[in-house]
C-alpha cells in the first residue's frame, strides 16, 4: 500500500521578513489526501497569527516498509510553583540520566531563541553539532498513527504533536534526551523527554513573558555516527503508536482549577494587581486606607475634578436631567449636553466635528476597529496604549509594529508593505513614558504614502502645547492629523473619549463604529463636568503653565537627588526594572505618605518596572520637592536583589 508524506509550511512576508505562521506534518493513506490537504490550507489561511501569503504543501509517497513505527513516550506532568522550580526539576531527571553539566545546558537556551529549529549539543563537551547553528535541526516526516476516529478537520492538537515529536526525537540514534520550553512569553509549561522518563511535562519552566524558548537534543555518542542520528532526525518516516489525546489529566473536578493557577502566577511573577481605595476626591492631598498621602499618580493633571464649579455643573446637570442618560445616542440617549460637548471639544480642537464615546478606550477600540477594514494596513507605534491594540485586533485591517517614535523604521516598514490603504496611529504623549510622539514626521509620511493619521491625546490635551491645546500647539502644526482622539478622564476631571476630525470622519464613525452605537449613552453628569473642565482650560490658561512649571520643578529636584528622569508631559518615569523592587519602592513610599503607582509588565515591558509619577497643575513646588526627595530615599533603602 503506498502511504503518503504530507507537510505543510505556512508564513507570511512581515516588514520584508518571513515571519512562520503554521505547519504541519501527517503521513497518510491516498483517501485521506484531499480532506487532509485542506484542513491544512484552511489552517493556513484562517491562522490566528495572520492570513499566509506563502503555503508550502509538500506530498510524497512512500510505503509502510519505510516507515518506522514507535510507541508513544508515556506522559507525567510535575506541577511546579514557580520557573525556578521548573528548572531545578529539570536538573534533577538529567543528573537521574546520568547526563552531566545541567545547569549549563540550560544556559543554552538563551542561544535557541532566534533558532527556527533545535540545537543538538553533546551532553559531554556542550558542543553544538548542527550542520548549521543558525538553522538549528528540523526533527520532521512524523505522524500519530490513525485512529478510526480521527478526521481530517481535527484542529492542530499541540499537545499530541509534542509527543510524537519528543517521542521521534528520543528514539534516534544516540539521543540521550530532549528539553522544550516554548517561545511563546505567556505559555511557560515545558518538556523533558527521554526513553527512561517518559515525557514529563513542567507546569512552569520560565516566568510569564519571558519570550525565550527553543528546543535542545542531547546528543551521547560518538562523533562519526553524528550523521546518523541527524538522518534519522530529518529523514526517517516515523508513525508514533498510541499517542494520548491530552495530558491523561483526569477532567477537572474543579473548574475553576485553570483560573486559580493563573493567579497563582501572577503572584509568584510578582504581577498580581490589587486595588488601593481613596476616600477623598483627586486632588495633590488625599486620603486612602485611612492614611494621608500626596498623590502622585493620578491623571487629573489640572486638578479640576475636585474644583467646585466643575462640580457644581455636574450636580446642576443632574438636577435638570437626571442620573442615567436612558439609551444609546442612536436612540434615546442623545442629550442637549452631548451635542453641546461635542461642539465644544470640536472647536477646541480647530476641528470641523467631534462624536462622544463613553471612555477613551472605547474611542480607540472603537475608531480602529471602524477604520482598520479589509484590505487596509494599521501601522501603530510599538508602546502605544493597550486601547488602540485592542482597536487594531478588533478591526479587519493588518496590523504593522513600528519601533517607538522611529520614523527611518516606519518609512521602512510602510515600503516593505506597500499599503493601498491604511491609516498611521500613535499616542501623542506616551502614557507609560511621557515622551510626545513625532507628529511632524507622521504627518509626513502620512502624505507620502497616502495613509490618514490619528493621535491618541488622552495625555496631551491640556497637559502640552503653550495653552494645553494638545500635540499640535505643541509642535505649532498649521494642520491636524485626520483623527485626533482624546479622553475627557484625565486633565478633563470627567470620563468621557472623543474624537475630533472632518464631518466624513464623524458621518462614517457614528454609522460603524460599534463601541458608539452599542452602547449607552454618556450620563448627564460626566457631560457637564467636562464641558466645565473644557471651559476652565480654555480660559484659564495659567493652569497649563502652573502644570508645565511643576513637572519642570519636579524633575529638577528628582536630578538634585541622583535621579535623572526626562519628562516632556506631565507623566515623570522613573526606571526601576525588576516587578518585585519596584513593588516594594511603590510600598515603601506608600509607607511614607506618598501615592505612586509602579508600573509592571504587561502595561509595560518585562524588567522595565517604572515607578510612573504624574503630576498636577495643584501640587505646591515644596510638596513636589519634599517628594522628590523621599522617593530617591525609598530607592536607595530596598536593595537590587532581596
Ligand atoms: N489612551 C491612552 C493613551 C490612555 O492612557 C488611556 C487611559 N489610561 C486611554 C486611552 C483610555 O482612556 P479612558 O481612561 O478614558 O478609557
Known sequence: MTLYSMKMRASREENGLSQHISGAEKILSEAELGDNAAALLSRALHHAKGRADFINLKIEATTPEEIAYIEALPVATVDVANAAEGQQTILKYLSQLGIPNGAAIMRQFSHTYEMRGAMLLDVDTLERLEPDPARGLRATYMDAEHTPARQAGDCKNHFQEAIVLASKVVSAPHIVAEICMSDDPDYVTGYVAAPSIGYVRITRLKAMGCPDGGRIFLYCGPRKEVPACIEYLEKQKVLVRHVPVNPGKAPLTDSWQPLKDDLTMRRSAQLYRTIKTLQTPQRAQVKSDGQDLLMLASNSYLGLSDEPRVKAAAIEAVARYGAGSGGSRLTTGTLPLHNALEAELASFKNANAALLFNTGYMANVGILSALGTPGSIIFSDELNHASIIDGCRLSHARTIVYRHNDMADLEAKIQAAAPTHG????????????????????????????????????????????????????????????????????????????????????????????????????????????????????????????????????????????????????????????????????????????????????????????????????????????????????????????
Open 423 to 642: 491609516l498611521i496611529v500613535s499616542d501623542a504623549v506616551f502614557s507609560m513614558d511621557g515622551d510626545i510622539a513625532d507628529l511632524p514626521g507622521i504627518l509626513q509620511l502620512a502624505k507620502k504614502y497616502h495613509l490618514l493619521s490619528m493621535v491618541d491625546e488622552a495625555h496631551a490635551t491640556g497637559v502640552i502645547g503653550a495653552t494645553g491645546h494638545g500635540i499640535v500647539e505643541h509642535f505649532g502644526l498649521p494642520k491636524n492629523p485626520d483623527v485626533l482622539m482624546g479622553t475627557m478622564s484625565k486633565a478633563l476631571a470627567s470620563e468621557g473619549g472623543f474624537v475630533c476630525g472632518s464631518q466624513l470622519l464623524i458621518d462614517y464613525l457614528r454609522n460603524t463604529a460599534r463601541s458608539f452605537i452599542f452602547s449607552t449613552s454618556l450620563a448627564p453628569a460626566p457631560l457637564a463636568a467636562a464641558q466645565a473642565a473644557l471651559t476652565i482650560l480654555r480660559t484659564e490658561p495659567q493652569r497649563v503653565q502652573r502644570l508645565q512649571e511643576n513637572t519642570r520643578t519636579f524633575c529638577a529636584a528628582l536630578a538634585e537627588n541622583g535621579i535623572q528622569t526626562k519628562a516632556s508631559s506631565a507623566i515623570v518615569p522613573i526606571i526601576i526594572g525588576d516587578e518585585g523592587r519596584a513593588m516594594r519602592i511603590a510600598q515603601k513610599l506608600y509607607d511614607c505618605g506618598i501615592f505612586l503607582t509602579a508600573i509592571r509588565y504587561p502595561t509595560v515591558a518585562q524588567d522595565s518596572a517604572r515607578l510612573r509619577a504624574a503630576i498636577m497643575a495643584t501640587h505646591t513646588t515644596a510638596e513636589l520637592q519634599d517628594a522628590a526627595g523621599t522617593i530617591a530615599a525609598a530607592i536607595q533603602s530596598v536593595p537590587i536583589k532581596k
